[in-house]
C-alpha cells in the first residue's frame, strides 16, 4: 500500500545536539515530498519541500532534508536543535500523479532538554 | 496577508448537536482542503475543493460530515448530529492552483484549527 512511515513516535535530544528524523515512503515514481512542523496548539507550518532537483534541500529554521531514492527515505536534519525546537514533526507526500492532497506520517513528537 | 482563518477556535458541544466550523482561505488561493487531527488516526483529508468546486470527498467519514464552499472566501464544515467520536482538531489549508504548479509543487497554508469537543 502506499504511505508515509515516520518510525519514531518521540525523540528527545539535548539542547545543541544534532537531529535527524526519519521519513519512508512507499510509491512507485516519487511522489513530492515535504515535511511540517506543529508546535503545541498551532497549525501546521511548512519547513521544507522536494519535487525534483538538488537532493539536499534547504529549509526555514536551519532544517535541511535530504532525498535518497535508493533508500525511499527524506530525512530531515539540524546540526544543532534549540530548545523552541520542540514541537511535532509530520512528513508528508502528494503523490507523483493523480489527487492534490497531502498524505501525512503520524509524526514524530521532539522533546529537547536544557 | 492574514493567512488563512478559522472559526472557532475551540467548541465544545453535546451529542447531537450540530456543529459549523468556518474557515476563510487566503485571498488568490484557488484550493481549499479540511483536514481532521486525531491522536488514534493522526491527520486525515476530508475533503477538499477547487475553484469553490468539491474534488474529493472520499474522506468525509459518513453522512454526518458535510461540507460547502460557496464562494472563494468562504468554506464551511458541518457536523449533524455530531458524537463523541468527532472529537478532534480540524485544519483548514488553501493553496494557490493546483498541488503541482509551473515550477514544482506549491505550498499548503494551515489554519490555526478548531478544537472540537464532543460531550
Known amino acids: 500500500a502506499q504511505s508515509v512511515t515516520q518510525p519514531d513516535i518521540h525523540i528527545t535530544v539535548s539542547e545543541g545536539a544534532s537531529l535527524e528524523l526519519r521519513c519512508n515512503y512507499s510509491?512507485?515514481?516519487?511522489?513530492?515530498l515535504f515535511w511540517y512542523v506543529q508546535s503545541p496548539g498551532q497549525g501546521l507550518q511548512l519547513l521544507l519541500k522536494?519535487?525534483?532537483?538538488?537532493?539536499l534541500v534547504q529549509g526555514i529554521k536551519g532544517f535541511e532534508a535530504e532525498f535518497k531514492r535508493s533508500q525511499s527515505s527524506f530525512n530531515l536534519r539540524k546540526p544543532s536543535v534549540h530548545w523552541s525546537d520542540a514541537a511535532e514533526y509530520f512528513c508528508a507526500v502528494v503523490r507523483p500523479t493523480g489527487a492534490n492532497n497531502l498524505f501525512f506520517g503520524t509524526g514524530t513528537r521532539l522533546t529537547v532538554i536544557p | 496577508d492574514a493567512g488563512v482563518i478559522q472559526s472557532p477556535r475551540h467548541e465544545v458541544t453535546e451529542m447531537g448537536q450540530e456543529v459549523t466550523l468556518r474557515c476563510k482561505p487566503i485571498?488568490?488561493?484557488?484550493?481549499l482542503f479540511w483536514y481532521r487531527q486525531t491522536m488514534m488516526r493522526g491527520l486525515e483529508l476530508l475533503i477538499y475543493?477547487?475553484?469553490?468546486?468539491?474534488?474529493?470527498d472520499s474522506g468525509m467519514p459518513e453522512d454526518r460530515f458535510s461540507a460547502k464552499m460557496p464562494n472563494a472566501s468562504f468554506s464551511t464544515l458541518k457536523i449533524q448530529p455530531s458524537e463523541p467520536r468527532d472529537s478532534a482538531v480540524y485544519f483548514c489549508a488553501s493553496q494557490k492552483g493546483g498541488a503541482r504548479g509551473f515550477f514544482g509543487v506549491n505550498e499548503q497554508f494551515f489554519g490555526p484549527g478548531t478544537r472540537l469537543t464532543v460531550l
Open positions: 510509491y512507485g515514481a516519487t511522489p513530492y
Open positions: 475543493f477547487n475553484n469553490n468546486v468539491p474534488i474529493d
Open positions: 522536494y519535487f525534483s532537483g538538488d537532493t
Open positions: 485571498s488568490g488561493h484557488n484550493s
